[in-house]
């Protein structure tokens, strides 16, 4: 890590949060078949009866949708919320 690091502005805040949820999404290695099944199971929905085929960039699609409507102001947020989280852990 470098010496200085650069301040983050609210302009940038929706693409870092953008970012950091890719990279949760890649990291956790499931697919959009795994999250669907997820969510379907933990609402008690049955399961779809067709097959959603993994789209390409699966993390930046769904990175990107979640991101979409929330402002600069309240990802700004969100990120300093979880840098509270994280300071409170050596890492």
Same mark, same amino acid.
């Given at each position: 890590m470098g010496l200085f690091k650069k301040k983050l502005t609210?302009?940038?805040?929706?693409?870092v949060l953008e970012e950091i !949820?890719?990279?949760?999404?890649?990291?956790?290695?499931? *697919? +959009?078949k795994d999250f669907i099944k997820a969510l379907t199971d933990k609402i008690q929905l049955p399961p779809?009866? !067709?097959?959603?085929?993994?789209?390409?960039?699966?993390? *930046? +699609?769904?990175?990107g949708a979640i991101v979409k409507g929330i402002?600069?102001?309240?990802?700004?947020?969100? !990120?300093?919320?979880?840098?509270k989280i994280l300071d409170a852990y050596k890492v």
């Open positions: 609210t302009e940038e805040a929706r693409k !949820i890719m990279t949760i999404i890649d990291t956790s290695g499931k *697919s +959009l779809l009866p !067709i097959e959603i085929p993994d789209p390409p960039n699966f993390s *930046s +699609l769904i990175a402002s600069n102001e309240n990802a700004m947020e969100a !990120i300093r919320k979880l840098k």
